[in-house]
């Protein structure tokens, strides 16, 4: 008796969820989504910034470029979740979209901390 509710309880539990789910508010979801994309681009451009001020070695030079595709990959993905939400299109493929976009976000600011970390290495080898 004690299995059965338990199995019980699960399937209730799993069919809660499974409900919760669907009626997820897709467009607040997205819209943080979003929102947190900006954010994440603004201290990417902060970095992007500071990187091309600095010397620039081949080392630079490549995380760069590479820091600079991943910028457009994600901000090509933006933008166009961003038109399909100004057509008050909100679902779970939006969502996932723009999670990939940051992904791509984060992916250049690693690029572009790398290369400043190369040069600090680089002063730090001078100044030895």
């Given at each position: 008796m004690k299995r059965l509710i338990f199995i019980l309880t699960g399937l209730v539990f799993t069919f809660s969820l499974?409900?919760?789910q669907g009626q997820k508010d897709w467009k607040t979801t997205c819209e943080k989504q979003?929102?947190?994309?900006?954010?994440?681009?603004?201290v990417v451009l902060n970095l992007l910034?500071?990187?091309?001020?600095?010397?620039?070695?081949?080392?630079v030079k490549k995380d760069l470029t590479d820091a600079q595709y991943?910028?457009?990959?994600?901000?090509?993905?933006?933008?166009?979740?961003?038109?399909?939400?100004?057509?008050?299109?909100?679902?779970?493929?939006?969502?996932l979209q723009l999670g990939y976009a940051w992904r791509y976000y984060v992916e250049a600011g690693t690029k572009l901390t790398l290369a400043l970390?190369?040069?600090?290495?680089k002063v730090k080898k001078k100044g030895s």
């Open positions: 499974a409900l919760a979003y929102n947190d994309n900006v954010a994440v681009k603004n910034d500071q990187v091309k001020k600095s010397e620039q070695t081949d080392v991943w910028l457009n990959l994600a901000d090509e993905i933006m933008n166009k979740q961003k038109a399909r939400m100004d057509k008050g299109e909100y679902n779970e493929d939006v969502f970390n190369s040069l600090q290495v």
